[in-house]
């Protein structure tokens, strides 16, 4: 969604809005709309500056995209620590 770089879909993390959050869905098993991202920070960047989240999630309005920041961040962490 934030690069456009097509790939496995097991290899994106899948993205759902739950009361106007935008969380991870890791198990892959939460209700409603997804959306994929590349499970990386400049990816997220991307999205959030082409404004692709409502569009996605066919949302009108705002959506808070920091738990999905949260989660990346503790990723990219665990890769360099």
């Given at each position: 969604?934030g690069?456009?770089?097509r790939?496995?879909y097991?290899?994106?993390?899948?993205?759902?809005?739950?009361e106007?959050?935008?969380?991870?869905?890791l198990?892959?098993?939460?209700?409603g709309?997804?959306?994929?991202?590349?499970?990386?920070?400049?990816?997220?960047e991307?999205?959030e500056?082409r404004?692709?989240f409502?569009?996605?999630?066919?949302?009108?309005?705002?959506?808070?995209?920091?738990?999905?920041?949260?989660?990346?961040?503790?990723?990219?962490?665990e890769?360099i620590?």
């Amino acid at each position: 969604m934030g690069c456009r770089v097509r790939t496995v879909y097991s290899e994106l993390l899948r993205l759902v809005v739950v009361e106007g959050v935008i969380v991870p869905d890791l198990r892959r098993r939460l209700p409603g709309r997804g959306a994929s991202l590349h499970p990386d920070l400049s990816c997220l960047e991307l999205a959030e500056r082409r404004r692709a989240f409502p569009r996605a999630f066919r949302a009108a309005g705002a959506l808070d995209p920091s738990p999905v920041r949260r989660h990346l961040e503790g990723l990219q962490t665990e890769r360099i620590g």
